[in-house]
């Protein structure tokens, strides 16, 4: 499996992720942070070297579990003491593991042409909500020569380049069929990114555990360690 410079290390992904989105990056973050009601348990797909959670959600979070294709970020986050767990979301498909919020940052492109099925997924395992960040601008096409090789190479995580992006209006026409379910939909400073918060279909766990253990427990969830 050959994996991209970019996502060999967290180090390496910050930085190059700070040279593409400049001050964006950090502003989505917190932006996406805030939208976590505090004390809820987190599901994050595609979760990357764990940023959200070390910057925004080890303190704000109840409970949180990263998943993610690329086993050098699953190993840096358990390292951690993080429950990250190795999964091709592309591929495998048993339920998700149940969380409050359900959340995806700028990856959902990965899942085109029918990323329709992750969204579908999401909220199944949601009790709350689910939210999706994804950029709408394509820095692949950039004309600054560094910034579009980056964003052409920098998308393989090891399974291969993505050979599609959302536009604002693609991804608009794919939520859009959730339109009874937006609670929120804005786009960061900038306007390379728009972050969509859809209403979980489920009711939410009682209050006073964030999850139920005898779904957590079940056989066959996506990333059980
Ligand atoms: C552009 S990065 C975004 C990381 C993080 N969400 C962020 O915003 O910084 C995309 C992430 O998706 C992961 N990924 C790509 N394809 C995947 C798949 N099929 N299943 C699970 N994770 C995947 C990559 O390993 C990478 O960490």
Not at 28 to 48: F, K, N, Q, Y
Not at 85 to 106: C, F, G, I, K
Not at 150 to 170: I, K, M, N, Y
């Amino acid at each position: 499996m050959s994996t991209s410079l970019v996502y060999r290390s967290a180090l390496g992904y910050e930085l190059v992720m700070r040279l593409l989105y400049g001050a964006n990056y950090g502003e989505r973050m917190r932006a996406v942070a805030e939208l976590v009601p505090p004390g809820s348990s987190v599901l994050e797909l595609c979760c990357g070297p764990g940023t959200l959670q070390r910057r925004h959600l080890e303190e704000r979070a109840g409970a949180y579990v990263g998943i993610d294709i690329n086993p050098r970020f699953v190993a840096q986050l358990r390292r951690r003491g993080v429950d990250a767990r190795r999964v091709d979301l592309a591929e495998d498909d048993p339920p998700l593991p149940d969380a409050d919020v359900v959340m995806m940052q700028a990856s959902l492109y990965q899942f085109l042409p029918d990323a329709g099925r992750i969204v579908e997924r999401m909220l199944a395992a949601a009790g709350d909500r689910v939210i999706i960040a994804e950029p709408i601008r394509n820095l692949a096409s950039s004309r600054l020569p560094l910034v579009g090789r980056l964003g052409r190479r920098g998308t393989d995580p090891g399974v291969g380049q993505a050979a599609h992006r959302f536009t604002e209006e693609s991804l608009d026409a794919l939520l859009g069929a959730y339109r009874d379910r937006v609670i929120e939909a804005f786009k960061i400073p900038g306007n390379r990114e728009k972050v969509y918060v859809l209403a979980a279909r489920r009711p939410p766990a009682p209050a006073s555990s964030t999850r139920d253990p005898r779904r957590s427990r079940r056989s066959g969830t996506a990333g059980d360690p």
